[in-house]
């Protein structure tokens, strides 16, 4: 296993660009309470006039769906607040290898996707169903989407894990990450509110790696691909 603490060098640097289309109705909101000015009850999150998908909030889920490829391999997964004694100790799992924990930096960073064009906006109606009676328990309320088809910009930087133009066969985080941009692009991922119901579908349209390696005390382009 390859040191996980190693974010005091930098060896390998690869730098992920592409663009993000929510094929379904997405809203990453603001709470169960909406700003003040907002004519909703649940309106989508902003920054200044524009939506935003934050990186945390895409992080959350890229941490899951790698969780889940480990589970179906059987092996164990654990929430990033509750440590191991072993991770404690510094033998950390891979996912934490990749996304951090409260003792470990992460390896992977994702930056807030904003809409590289229209962001079209919509209301919708809803109601909470009493799952006791049947009746209306709460509602009606108003939630606030971002339209299908919306654009966005994406961007994430791997660091000291070696995924492209090869992986790292000995390194288990490349294979994860790996598999994790394959669902990402072929299947999608569910971001945001409503999942439930299906929405918030994103899917990677299209994305582009570039590679940095350290060699001879400079840093040199080792390849660039289509994902």
Request: proline share 7%; charged share 25%; glycine share 10%.
């Amino acid at each position: 296993m390859p040191p996980y603490k190693d974010l005091d060098r930098l060896v390998i640097f690869t730098s992920i660009k592409g663009t993000l289309v929510n094929k379904t109705p997405l809203r990453v909101g603001t709470g169960r309470e909406a700003p003040l000015e907002s004519p909703v009850d649940m309106a989508v999150y902003r920054v200044g006039k524009n939506p935003c998908i934050p990186g945390s909030s895409l992080k959350g889920v890229m941490r899951s769906t790698v969780e889940m490829i480990l589970r179906s391999q059987n092996k164990q997964t654990h929430p990033p607040w509750e440590l191991p004694e072993s991770e404690k100790k510094g033998d950390f799992c891979a996912v934490c290898g990749i996304f951090g924990n409260q003792e470990l930096a992460a390896h992977f960073r994702i930056y807030d996707a904003y809409p590289t064009g229209e962001a079209p906006l919509f209301v919708k109606p809803g109601v909470a169903i009493d799952r006791d009676f049947g009746s209306v328990a709460q509602g009606p309320f108003f939630e606030e989407f971002v339209a299908p088809g919306t654009e966005w910009e994406f961007r994430a930087d791997i660091i000291n894990i070696k995924v492209f133009p090869e992986r790292n066969q000995t390194d288990e985080r490349a294979s994860l990450l790996y598999e994790l941009f394959k669902i990402f692009k072929n299947k999608g991922l569910q971001v945001g509110a409503r999942k439930s119901v299906g929405a918030g579908l994103v899917v990677l349209k299209k994305g582009r790696w570039e590679t940095f390696e350290l060699k001879d005390g400079s840093f040199t382009n080792t390849g660039t691909g289509e994902l």
